[in-house]
């Protein structure tokens, strides 16, 4: 326990609560890393599929972009509407709940769980990744690397939000400004000669084909992933928690449209063509300042903000498997926080699943890549679908205006974002989309489960009945005694302090002499009220006889409830442990299977060494 | 349990001990491979050492083997003598430990300990490494088939010795076979033609120096080894066991001696000089048989008596660490025979400890032959030093000519043997013969550490006085209560039935309303004598607050016994255990360190599912 509070640091009391929240800065840095590095992939992702047309269909960036942001306004117009009908976090698990029913709730909380836990393990190993194309001579520690991370990031995350807050608010809030920066000279600063490929006339779309506009809106559109965290974990902020979440959300709405937008026009201007060589980013920072401090800098800040984009999702899975836990879809473990407040299950499960991702895909995780929107934008079309709903429903306590505005944006936004998870996986299922086909119907069918177990358990200890009250048991205690000693003395006072009935259980093998005890036991005669039972063995383990035994036993008396007393030595040093038999345990074993029979493990502390 | 028994099969009364002991031809198979095996190796050591000294120096294997063969036959007279005193087993350990005392004792058990640990690791390593030279393609597989092989011997051995009598029957009698026939018709069949470096005539002692010969004796000497195992394991024969030991011992005497001192005598006949490439046996098979059937029939049964030679340790650690555990040098738990019959845990400790140096030494353990000597010969000197000193003290009992005989033998012996463990460790010190000078020692202070232990218990527990009788302990059963519900209501009625003083325990989280409970208990009103102690919390653990409520009821009347009943929900699959709470074995893990505290844990069996 030494160990893990050096680590994780003191426990900390329950009024000391509203300490280890964050404000709209703090909760910035924790929970916008995993939406704000998607600017580092989002346009050249659309630059990618709009290439396989040609290279007069890279216009189509602007268009398709144009269609993110309005997407984007609309995520953020609708989850703040969220926050605010649901203080207690959830996002669109909760909506989806309370709108849709279970069936809906609980794909969309999968889908986030299983989103979550894919961010981790891909951020992570895409920044070492970078790391290790810098220095090649850290292959070999590619994965331990990318384990090590993991592990620091849930220590971090386990000591509480505020310490990963702080760690990382610099490189999010460099990234932000190097990337608006950007965006803002590469506007305005004269192009130094005419661009020899464009027209600015805009290509037909029948020399493009819609389906390959659609798949580079659907790749795109990952650059949104993300900014449902903070609707999951609005219990995070500070009180009033709701008000400075949905401040959260609007700032990064602002800054994630804008740096998305600003990069994609940029891009276009700069006629930056994706390569295999270089980023979309690292393009326009050379282009723009040349391949000087900006340009290694911005490299090296979007490397962090990528390895630290895992980060938002230790402060999402922990708080949306509580709820989920609440509702009795996921273990009860995930319910319980820990002495810094933190549902720290949540933080170990989460790490624990990330590694074993790594480590299986020999930390190679690119192949996840394609998966990310899958999850989210399938929790996003339920978010919309539900506000469309819930809104409609009580559309007398809305005006007119607002109640056409809301249900308009939540069925288009509901039918733009199904279009990105149908065009994802007919495009990357065989890139790994089947993955997420196979694990969510899988972890729903799991999440019944569970489900089904807590009620059909609590159905059976229900007490619905308050005249039912706890009798007196009769006990019987059975102490297994192998010779006169100090052990079988504290042993059988124990047992007559707490039954009526006591006996005294010896064994004896075949080979020994048969009344030896007996006679000794006839000596010493210690109480009228124990009775000595002595059990012959054809065997070597004095396991079965006692087992018998008891099982005659309490089959003779089922009402009688059995009480075994086993001492176990408490020995000083480890070592000395193994100098002793283990009896006592194996028995708890074999015994915790009976009814109205206990074990009880009479601890002796050795006094003199 | 069922997988387990499957491996070793069923479990064996007492009664059926006779039929799984072996007689004379199944014990020799078990205890003589160890010995045996040195055939394929101790002429060639003794001829690589006299190699060094020139070519005519190889003269001298003929009076070392003749010296050896003498050593042999004091070493079976003796302990032939030695199985007649001690029909219950030991050797060396028991007779010193009778003759000299605990300290000479303990040196001969823990250095066959060693020794035995080492032949294991050795001698399966030799055989895979002969394997894996014949075929090349399982090279990356080494450490695993070595491993692999050691798993088999244990389980084997965990199903009692006849199974791995009759395994190892067919190779060890037909190892002898062929080395006898080789060795007879080596010394008869005409030479082709006369020997062309060598004359006949000893070479003067100066000439190859006193060191060289007594360096090629102690090398030699390895051809011994594994004669005392017999010795050790005389209670794996059937009755008469001693009578059936001593006979196999000489039998194994015959046979060793004639196939050694046929070795050297048709090594010299035909000029055998030591090759890196191949072994003075193969030479000798290919020089009288020709490299046909007989060459190849020889070079695989040698493979297989040096993997099976570690069956011979099987054998001989679980019956000698047994032995010393009786005298509590060793842990307990070796006295323990499992259901086969078998002192099962040293057979697993055994293999065990021999798969940590197969892998650590990473399956290349051919630096750990030359400590093979030091161990066996250190015990020889005790065991014939022992008997000298014995027969003197009982010189009464025997004739004038028999004391003379006994009495010399054994002096002589122990001078010789004596002298081969000096002259090992001063020559192979650096090779690896440091590591038996260091591990030694170690042995030794880590079983007078274990007695000490044993002692002490033992007198802390001892009831001298029949006047000490258990009193009965006044019982105080605490029961932690979340909500009302009949895994409380059954944890109540068993508190009731075993304690006049019950307090339902309920703790109250700072965040909780904080009078819910107390108000729904007393509408509920359970039993007058179960007192409700609420305790509020400032932290999220439950742990704390209970420790900290029994701690204080202890301090108040340290004279009661506190029993905490804590409820555990036993699932049928294992899957529902990780959905419940471990309370339980948390609390009791901490309480095991109290005095006057027990932790009842009463499983509470699910019904309807």
């Known amino acids: 326990m030494n160990i893990w509070h050096a680590l994780i640091g003191r426990p900390l009391k329950d009024r000391e609560e509203q300490a280890v929240r964050v404000g709209v800065i703090e909760g910035l840095s924790v929970l916008a890393p ?112 990318s384990v090590a991370i993991v592990i620091v990031l849930a220590i971090l995350n386990l000591r509480g939000l505020r310490e990963s807050a702080r760690a990382f608010a610099l490189p999010t809030y460099l990234f932000i400004f190097m990337i608006l920066l950007m965006a803002v000279v590469g506007l305005f600063k004269p192009l130094p000669e005419a661009p020899p490929w464009h027209s600015y006339i805009t290509p037909p779309l029948g020399a493009v084909g819609l389906f390959v506009v659609l798949r580079a809106f659907s790749s795109g559109s990952s650059a949104l992933t993300g900014i449902e965290a903070i609707s999951n974990g609005v219990p995070i902020f500070q009180e009033p928690a709701p008000t400075r979440a949905r401040t959260t959300l609007l700032l990064l709405g602002l800054f994630l449209g804008s740096m998305f937008l600003g990069t994609s026009i940029i891009s276009y201007r700069y006629h930056i063509i994706p390569s295999a060589n270089t980023t979309v980013l690292q393009q326009l920072a050379a282009d723009i300042f040349g391949r000087g401090i900006f340009f290694y800098g911005l490299s090296f800040v979007t490397m962090a903000i990528l390895a630290i984009a895992a980060n938002t999702s230790f402060a999402g899975f922990p708080q949306l498997s509580s709820i989920m836990a609440r509702d009795q879809w996921m273990p009860r473990m995930f319910l319980s926080r820990g002495d810094r407040l933190v549902y720290q299950n949540g933080v170990i499960i989460l790490a624990l699943v990330a590694i074993i991702l790594i480590v299986g895909f020999g930390g190679n995780t690119t192949n996840l890549i394609p998966l990310y929107a899958i999850g989210v934008y399938l929790s996003f079309t339920i978010a919309m679908l539900s506000l469309a709903v819930k809104t409609w429903r009580n559309r007398t306590q809305f005006s007119k205006r607002a109640v056409i505005i809301l249900v308009g944006m939540g069925l288009m936004g509901a039918t733009l974002t199904a279009l990105v998870v149908i065009v994802s996986l007919i495009t990357k299922f065989t890139q790994g989309a089947w993955i997420v086909a196979l694990a969510l119907p899988l972890l729903i069918w799991g999440m019944r489960k569970i489900r089904r177990h807590y009620r059909a358990v609590a159905d059976e200890l229900r007490v619905t009945d308050y005249s039912l009250k706890p009798v007196p048991a009769k006990i019987v205690a059975v102490v297994p005694v192998n010779s006169i000693n100090r052990l079988s003395i504290k042993s059988l006072s124990v047992a007559l302090g707490l039954a009526e009935e006591v006996v005294a259980l010896h064994v004896v093998r075949s080979q020994e002499p048969p009344h030896q005890f007996e006679e000794r036991w006839e000596k010493w005669n210690p109480d009228p009220r124990i009775k000595l039972a002595v059990v012959p063995t054809q065997y070597r383990s004095v396991v079965r006889p006692v087992v018998r035994y008891v099982d005659l036993l309490s089959h003779q008396n089922p009402e009688n409830h059995v009480v075994i007393i086993l001492p176990e030595l408490i020995v000083r040093y480890v070592w000395e442990h193994f100098l002793h038999n283990q009896l006592a345990l194996t028995l708890e074993t074999v015994f915790i299977f009976r009814k109205n029979v206990t074990v009880m493990i009479m601890p002796y502390k050795l006094q003199g060494h």
Do not use: H, K, N
């Open 34 to 145: 995993d939406a704000l590095s998607s600017v580092a992939y989002g346009t050249q992702e659309i630059l990618i599929e709009l290439q396989r047309a040609g290279i007069t269909a890279l216009w189509y960036v602007l268009p398709i972009s144009a269609v993110i942001v309005v997407l984007l306004t609309f995520l953020v117009i609708s989850y703040r509407q969220i926050i605010r009908s649901y203080p207690g976090g959830g996002g669109a698990y909760v909506i989806g709940r309370d709108t849709l029913g279970a069936d809906a709730s609980l794909i969309a909380g999968a889908a986030l769980l299983i989103d979550y836990t894919l961010t981790v393990a891909v951020s992570v190993t895409a920044g070492v990744a970078a790391v290790v194309a810098a220095f090649p001579v850290l292959t070999p520690w590619t994965v331990g690397l």
